[in-house]
């Protein structure tokens, strides 16, 4: 896939700071893999070193694998409003987006980007899903203490219960990307 190209036909991305993107160093991107314990997925890793932290120029939208939950869309899609990037980003940087939401998330989970409205667009970076994609919804965020202040064992799969597939890949991410239409 041609990335430019592909972001082109979506109207473009632009900086999320400056005038000029600022893409992310190939020692910063190993040092993320070494704290996840896993590489990340070649076209993902072509993105960061060449665009960084970006957003849409248009407002757009993407068609989930399995639709997102009507709490969360009313057609079932979501919207999309910037990837991450370097540290140079900070807020929009990959290391402090993995240190804010690694133990509220599933593990192996990378967040990539948000919607703009707080949820978290995520990568799985490792285990049986790994290079999947997945939305995140933090209204509908897990809350461990409601289990352990009443005794009780803390489910395997509490961690899921705000998580809806999105996409095979990030390549499968970019193709369900479309503008938004009013």
Not at 159 to 169: E, R
Request: proline letters at 8%; one cysteine or more.
């Amino acid at each position: 896939m041609d990335l430019k190209e592909k972001f082109e036909e979506l109207g473009g991305l632009a900086p999320v700071r400056g005038q000029q993107f600022i893409p992310v160093p190939e020692a910063e991107i190993g040092d993320l893999e070494k704290q996840l314990g896993a590489p990340l997925p070649d076209l993902y890793r072509s993105f960061l070193k060449l665009f960084g932290a970006a957003s849409f120029r248009e407002m757009v939208e993407f068609t989930p694998i399995v639709p997102l939950p009507p709490a969360v869309s009313s057609d079932g899609r979501g919207g999309m409003n910037v990837f991450y990037g370097s540290a140079a980003h900070s807020p929009h940087d990959l290391a402090g987006m993995l240190e804010l939401y690694h133990q509220r998330m599933p593990e192996a989970f990378l967040p990539i980007g948000d919607d703009g409205g707080g949820d978290q667009i995520c990568l799985m970076v490792s285990g049986e899903k790994a290079g999947k994609c997945f939305y995140w919804d933090h209204n509908s965020e897990w809350d461990e203490e409601d289990y352990v202040d009443d005794g009780l064992p803390v489910p395997p799969d509490l961690k899921w219960q705000n998580v809806t597939l999105i996409a095979d890949s990030f390549e499968d991410f970019l193709t369900r990307i479309s503008v938004r239409r009013s």
